[in-house]
């Protein structure tokens, strides 16, 4: 059998992550480019013309990539989430994209974008529970999905709160904690949970697992643990408890910025948008009554990769091989 690689790009608001594996799924390539895409784009709603070259130069080594791992086009899909989806010019990004790379960037919706973070995600709750919840809180949006903890999940229910990190920081002044702005981004996020609860009934759905993806979970686990700085891939699969939660995001919303830049789990970068990712994350645990929440690195971009090694599985099957 001719041996082959896939690869999963997830262009967010925020940052762009590339995975490559081999056909039986093991890891080869995991980047994560911080492209700050959606960077300034909250007042305008379009792409800034730095974001837009950042842009361009992360599909530009992601390009190098695939053709170093020998990726073929049909083993790779490119998605594009919230800042793509809003932006007046998207869709001239995804042009000048493939005219710049040869890679074919998809702007998908919401329901597109939970069903890929599940798949991801809910590798870390397989057989542990009936139901599973996934939230991903990214730069631009959050998806919060509930699904059967199945091997073909399938989906309750699906809401996508047009929030993230980077728009909502913008928006709402969040760079340093103030009562009112958080007041005001939390009765945000409660509109899209109030009609997220109704449909849910968690009390019908009982046994149920909570994952969270994206880096914030991540950088707290890596705080909570005393890791020392932030290590994702240390903090992939881990658990927190909502006590443990409750006492970081407290201590980093007492911060200023200056000292969320200094801080080891932060850092400089991400010291601009982190108070107004807490302040959505916590706001979520809250109104979902998590006890327990496990983080998890594997998202988007590890749900393409299993639905086309599926596939190519499901073709062998019926001697269907490319």
């Not at 928006?171 to 996020?189: D, T």
């Not at 707290?220 to 881990?238: C, K, P």
């Not at 393409?304 to 090694?309: D, F, G, K, Q, T």
Request: charge should be positive.
């Amino acid at each position: 059998m001719i041996s082959r690689n896939y690869a999963g790009i997830d262009m967010g608001s925020n940052s762009c992550k590339l995975l490559i594996c081999d056909e039986k799924g093991n890891a080869l390539c995991l980047k994560n480019y911080p492209t700050r895409l959606a960077e300034g784009m909250y007042k305008e709603n379009k792409i800034m013309p730095e974001a837009f070259e950042r842009g361009l130069q992360c599909f530009f080594e992601c390009r190098q990539l695939l053709d170093k791992y020998g990726v073929e086009p049909h083993n790779l899909r490119a998605v594009a989430t919230a800042a793509c989806r809003m932006a007046l010019n998207g869709g001239d990004f995804v042009k000048k994209i493939y005219d710049e790379s040869h890679i074919r960037l998809e702007i998908i919706d919401g329901l597109e974008e939970a069903l890929l973070n599940l798949k991801g995600a809910a590798e870390h709750v397989k057989g542990k529970s009936k139901y599973v919840v996934v939230y991903d809180l990214g730069g631009g949006s959050t998806e919060v999905t509930l699904a059967t903890n199945t091997a073909v999940p399938d989906i309750i229910c699906s809401i996508s709160i047009p929030w993230g990190a980077r728009n909502a920081s913008e928006a709402f002044n969040l760079v340093e904690y103030s009562e009112e702005a958080g007041n005001k981004l939390r009765s945000e996020v409660d509109r899209y949970m109030d009609d997220f609860l109704a449909k849910a009934d968690l009390a019908k759905h009982r046994d149920v697992c909570f994952v969270a993806t994206s880096s914030t979970p991540l950088r707290l686990v890596s705080m909570i643990r005393g890791f020392g700085d932030y290590n994702r891939e240390r903090a992939d699969g881990l658990k927190m408890m909502r006590t443990e939660m409750d006492a970081a995001i407290c201590e980093l919303l007492r911060a200023k910025r200056k000292e969320l830049a200094n801080n080891p789990y932060i850092g400089d970068k991400r010291s601009y948008i982190f108070i107004a990712a807490c302040v959505i994350f916590r706001r979520i645990y809250e109104r979902l009554g998590i006890k327990e929440l496990t983080a998890s690195l594997k998202s988007a971009k590890d749900g393409i990769v299993a639905e086309l090694i599926a596939r190519d599985t499901k073709n062998e099957k019926h001697g269907k091989i490319r």
